[in-house]
C-alpha cells in the first residue's frame, strides 16, 4: 500500500499562473481533504470531499478548486496563484464506520513558493 | 483553528522529564485525535479518544479526553529526543466532514 501520495513535493510558481497539486489514495476512503500549513497556524482546512462526486468548502476555500471524480483521487487547483498561498499543502484521506471516524492518514506534502 | 486552542505553543524539557500538553475545545467534540508530525515532514497519526473519560496510551504517550471539560491531555512520560516534533490535536466539530486543527505544540527534548 502506497497511502496517500501527493505530487510534487516542491513548487515554485510565478504570481499569476495557476496549478494542480496531485492526491491520490489506495486505500479505498470516502474522506479526503486538503489542508495549508503556515508558521503559527497550524493546519487550515481548504477543502475537503465526502466521496466521489461530492465536496465542499473548508476554512479557506478562496483561490482553490477541488473536483472528486474518482474516489482514489482529489486534486487541488490554484486557479491565480498569489504570493499568500505559499505555504506547505497536505492532502488527507479516512474512513468511516457508523459513529466513528479511524482518523486521517496523511500525505508527506507539497511545498508551494509564490513569488 | 481558533475552535481548538492548544497550550503550551512551544516547550523545551530535558531528556527524562515528563510533559502535558492540553488542546481545549470551544465547540462540542465528536471525538479528539492527536497527530505528530516531525520537523518538515507529514503528519504521524497518534490515537484517537472517542468517548469522555476515555485514556489511550502507545508507548510512553498517554492521552485523556474529558468530554464535560471539552479538552484532552497528552502526557509524555521519561521524554526522549525522538518524541521531539510538533505535536497537533484535531477534531471532527460540527459533524463528521469537517475536520480541525489545534495550531500544534513544538516539543524539543534536550539530550
Known amino acids: 500500500n502506497a497511502g496517500v501520495t501527493q505530487t510534487p513535493k516542491f513548487q515554485v510558481l510565478k504570481t499569476g499562473q495557476s496549478m494542480t497539486l496531485q492526491c491520490a489514495q489506495d486505500m479505498n476512503h470516502e474522506y479526503m481533504s486538503w489542508y495549508r500549513q503556515d508558521p503559527g497556524m497550524g493546519l487550515r482546512l481548504i477543502h475537503y470531499?465526502?466521496?466521489?462526486?461530492?465536496?465542499d468548502q473548508g476554512e479557506v476555500p478562496n483561490g482553490y478548486n477541488v473536483s472528486r471524480s474518482t474516489t482514489e483521487d482529489f486534486p487541488l487547483r490554484l486557479l491565480s496563484a498569489a504570493p499568500s498561498q505559499t505555504s506547505v499543502y497536505f492532502c488527507?484521506?479516512?474512513?468511516?464506520?457508523?459513529?466513528?471516524?479511524?482518523?486521517?492518514?496523511f500525505g508527506s506534502g507539497t511545498r508551494l513558493t509564490v513569488v | 483553528s481558533q475552535e481548538l486552542e492548544q497550550s503550551p505553543q512551544s516547550l523545551i524539557v530535558q531528556e527524562g522529564k515528563n510533559l502535558t500538553i492540553n488542546c481545549t475545545s470551544s465547540k462540542t467534540l465528536y471525538g479528539l485525535y492527536w497527530y505528530k508530525q516531525k520537523y518538515g515532514e507529514g503528519l504521524i497519526f497518534l490515537m484517537m479518544?472517542?468517548?469522555?473519560?476515555e485514556e489511550k496510551s502507545h508507548e510512553k504517550i498517554t492521552a485523556k479526553l474529558d468530554e464535560k471539560k471539552q479538552q484532552s491531555s497528552l502526557h509524555i512520560t521519561a521524554s526522549q529526543p525522538s518524541h521531539a516534533g510538533i505535536y497537533l490535536c484535531g477534531a471532527f466539530l460540527y459533524n463528521f466532514n469537517k475536520f480541525y486543527f489545534g495550531s500544534g505544540t513544538k516539543l524539543n527534548v534536550k539530550p
Open positions: 470531499s465526502v466521496g466521489a462526486g461530492i465536496t
Open positions: 479518544l472517542q468517548k469522555g473519560g
Open positions: 488527507a484521506s479516512s474512513y468511516s464506520y457508523g459513529a466513528q471516524n479511524y482518523g486521517y492518514t
